[in-house]
C-alpha cells in the first residue's frame, strides 16, 4: 500500500472541545514563537524568561527546543541544511498539534534558512510569530557558552551555524531582538507585549 492509498483511507475524528472552548478556558489563543538565530544568539535564555512571564500569569506553555529535540524525535538527523529542513518540519508539526491544543509554544531552533522559516510558517498557519534574535555573529563566538565556536573554527565540528555553515537573516520577522541592546527580560518583556497586542493572550 503506498502513501496515497493510506490517505484515501484515512478519516479525522471530530473531536467535541473546540478552539473557542479552549480560548475561554486559558485565556490565551494556541500560538507559536518561533525564535531563529545563530547559536549563542541568545534564543533559549529569552525563550525561558518568556515561558516564566507567561507561567507565572497561568498560561499554559510549552518549549521545544532544539538542542533537546536531537536527543528525541530528530536523533537520526545531522546538521547538513538537508537534515536542518527535516529537523524544522518535524518540530514545526509538533508545534501545531500543540498550537492546536490550546497552548503557547516556544520553539528555539537556528532554522538557517529563510526557506526554513517559511516552511514552519506554512505548516503551523495563524497565531505564529517569528522572532529574529539578532546578535552579531563575533558577539554569539565571543560568549560561546558551550565551546562550539571554538570546536568548529578547529574543525572538530562540521556545518556548524555562522563558521562552516550558513545563516540567511531574516528580513520579515514579527519581532527582532537585539541582545546587545536589550537584556534577555527586557526581550522577553517586548514579546510579551507583542503577544498582547496581537491579542494572542488576554
Ligand atoms: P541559543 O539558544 O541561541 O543557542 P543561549 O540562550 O543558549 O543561545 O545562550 C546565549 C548566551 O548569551 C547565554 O550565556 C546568555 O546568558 C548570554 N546573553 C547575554 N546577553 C543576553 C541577552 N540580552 N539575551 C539573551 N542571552 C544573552
Known sequence: MNSKDINENLV???YSINERDREKKNGCKGSAVWFTGPSASGKSTIANELEILLFNKGYPVVILDGDNVRKGLCSDLDFSLNSRTENVRRV???AKIIKNSGFIVLCCLVSPLIEQRKLARSIIEKNFIEC???TPLDKCM???PKGFYKK???NQILDFTGVNSIY???LNSEIVVQTELVDERK???KIYKLMKEKFLIF
Request: without cysteine; hydrophobic residues 40%; glycine residues 0%.
Open 132 to 134: 529574529y534574535v539578532k
Open 12 to 14: 479525522e475524528f471530530n
Open 168 to 170: 540567511e537573516e531574516s
Open 142 to 144: 565571543e560568549r560561546d
Open 92 to 94: 514545526a508539526e509538533v
Open 187 to 189: 526581550a522577553a518583556a
Open 152 to 154: 568548529a573554527r578547529n
